[in-house]
């Protein structure tokens, strides 16, 4: 049975086929295609709603041509159009889930509407070192900074949350403090291999809190008082320095908090995802607290930390096989730009 998948929740159209496994093992990825955005949008420093629905008409279907042109496929291969229901954009989900439906329809198949954090959540169920169930998941992207504990496909349980901005957001918005454009992550993520993290001493909010929730707002203010006192012909060492201790800030809670967690659950095993988990200095520092403390820790594939078609395809497939959803042959659709992960 083929899951075809299609992501379409902010700025990357991503479409993908996923094969479920006949022994009931973790479903296969055929193929999968991606577009970003990120040059469109770059001109005006975030991302444009109505120039990412446009451009998701525009991408949508190509994409979907070549996936299953890669994947030696046909239309007639695909079982189910799984789509992103949500959160994300209004418009450009409506995008996604309009092709799905239509596609679908035409087909005489049914759909899944797909949360788009579940399908980060379990992206790293398509690398080489799969997780197991259960788990501790820290979800950290553009829009969401999480800590989750996860019992099974669909039994997520919200452990501590941010209060204000995402992990994702304080990359970006420090990065565009420091000049180095959009999206600032990755950027301020390189600069930062050539600073020193403890030149700077940068607050690490709600270190010492005692629950698990996490405040990045802070973090931006603390940049620009720092960059203010640097004047404003800052040299590239400072720059590199104050890049190395605004990471190694947001690295410092974001582990904290997950070790926390599994403390706090008994739980050996940690899952992390989400954009923010193709962080190098972050991947580093959980690895070295996890050894040391007999976790686990698994990641997704550094191309699908990011969005794609294939975690929600994936998520779509997992659902079925879990028995957690039914398809349905209802092509009515609405979105959900905004929807909590506890309540799927
Ligand atoms: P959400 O999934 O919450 O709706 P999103 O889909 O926009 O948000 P993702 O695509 O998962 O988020 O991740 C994008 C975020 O990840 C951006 O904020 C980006 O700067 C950040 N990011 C990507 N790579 C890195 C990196 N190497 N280091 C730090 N941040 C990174
Ligand atoms: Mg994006
Ligand atoms: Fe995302």
């Known amino acids: 049975m083929n899951v075809l998948g299609i992501e379409s929740s902010c700025d990357e159209t991503g479409v993908a086929l996923v094969q479920l496994s006949p022994d009931g093992g973790v479903p ?14 770059r001109a005006y420093g975030g991302v444009v709603p109505e120039l990412a629905s446009r451009d998701h008409i525009r991408r949508v279907l190509p994409l979907a041509r070549q996936v299953l042109t890669e ?11 799984a789509y992103t229901r949500g959160p994300g954009l209004a418009g450009a989900l409506l995008v996604g889930a309009g092709v799905a439906c239509a596609l679908a329809a035409a087909l005489g198949k049914p759909t899944l509407g797909i949360h788009h954090l579940e399908g980060h959540l ?14 501790v998941a820290l979800l950290v992207s553009g829009g969401h900074t999480q800590l989750m504990r996860v019992q099974g496909v669909g039994d997520y349980e919200l452990l501590g949350e941010t209060i204000d901005d995402a992990a994702g957001e304080a990359f970006d918005k420090s990065a565009k403090l420091l000049g180095l454009g959009y999206p600032g992550g990755p950027a301020l993520s390189r600069l930062a291999e050539f600073g020193d993290p403890e ?5 690490r909010p709600l270190l010492h809190s ?3 929730d996490f405040s990045f707002a802070g973090l931006k203010t603390a940049v620009m008082t720092q960059l203010r006192k640097l004047g404003p012909e800052v040299c590239e060492q400072p720059k590199a320095d104050l890049a ?10 974001l582990s904290a908090k997950s070790m926390k967690a599994l403390k706090q659950t008994g739980l050996k095993r940690l899952v992390v995802a989400g954009g923010v988990g193709a962080n190098r200095a972050l991947r580093a520092n959980l690895n070295s607290l996890c050894r040391r403390a007999g976790v686990r820790v698994h990641y997704p594939e550094l191309h699908l930390c990011s969005d794609n078609g294939a975690m929600i395809a994936l998520a779509g497939a997992m659902r079925l096989q879990s028995g957690r959803a039914s398809a349905e042959h209802d ?4 979105v959900k730009p905004r929807w909590p992960l506890a309540e799927v």
């Open 210 to 212: 005692g629950n698990l």
């Open 331 to 334: 092509y009515a659709f609405d």
């Open 122 to 135: 379990l992206s790293p169920f398509l690398s080489d070192d799969p997780p197991e169930f259960p788990f």
């Open 28 to 41: 296969r990825l055929r193929a999968h295609a991606l577009h970003s955005q990120i040059e469109m949008h």
């Open 199 to 203: 030149a700077f001493a940068l607050p």
């Open 244 to 253: 190395a201790s605004t990471q190694a800030a947001i690295v410092d809670v």
């Open 71 to 81: 994947a030696g496929s046909t239309l007639d291969d695909v079982d189910i159009v």
